[in-house]
């Protein structure tokens, strides 16, 4: 069976656009951060329910870091084959590029961008560095594993909430919300007088 081979110049250029594509559909994910800092704070862009928001969270939030993810472990694969053709340590070699991703990622995170992830990568890459000798059958499981019980913890939190007095969306979860007839009852309540009367 002949299997098909890209060099691997060209395959380093294929991944570099598509890298730069990534990135900049993260440019346009953050850009609201950079043109407001203070949506840091609050953790995340507001809701408007405006076409642009609607658009940059279905074509780019949910799109370009899984692009951007993918790259980071495909660019990993990519190193260590360049490192075993040379003759290095796989092992010395990316510790060193992992330990050189954390440290530009904290001075990063300290000097320009709080929402650094730079840092989260170099760590990941030591993780896979561990890892890269696992059989697929196991990395299969491991992975679905890793995804399928946060996603059940998230599942149960959610019904969990649903339970809660007052959490779910009838009366009493609106009258807490506030508006006319809600500050009426608490005037009631505390035997304020009414300003209105």
């Known amino acids: 069976m002949t299997e098909l081979r890209t060099p691997p110049d060209q395959r380093v250029h294929e991944i570099d656009v598509v890298r730069g594509f990534a990135l900049a559909g993260i440019l346009v994910a953050n850009i609201g951060f950079f043109a407001d800092p203070g949506h840091s704070f609050v953790g995340g862009l507001p809701s408007t ?3 642009v928001t609607t658009a940059i969270t279905i ?7 899984v692009i ?3 790259l980071f472990g495909y660019s990993f694969t990519l190193q260590m084959r360049s490192a075993e053709r040379a003759g290095a340590s796989v092992r010395a070699r990316t510790s060193r590029r992992c330990l050189g991703l954390f440290l530009v990622g904290v001075l990063h995170g300290i000097l320009l961008w709080v929402g650094d992830i730079l840092t989260l990568y170099a760590v990941l890459g030591l993780i896979l560095l561990g890892l890269r000798g696992m059989r ?6 491991v992975g ?3 995804v399928g019980v946060p996603a059940l913890l998230l599942l149960a939190l959610a019904w969990l909430s649903t339970l809660a007095p007052g959490g779910g ?6 009258s807490r919300r506030g508006g006319p007839r809600a500050l009426a009852g608490h005037r009631r309540a505390a035997r304020l007088p009414d ?3």
């Open 49 to 51: 329910g405006d076409p």
């Open 144 to 146: 679905s594993v890793l």
């Open 169 to 174: 969306p009838g009366a009493g979860g609106r």
């Open 68 to 70: 951007f993810s993918f």
């Open 136 to 141: 697929p059958k196991k990395a299969v499981i």
């Open 195 to 197: 300003p209105a009367a």
């Open 59 to 65: 074509l780019v939030l949910t799109k370009f870091y």
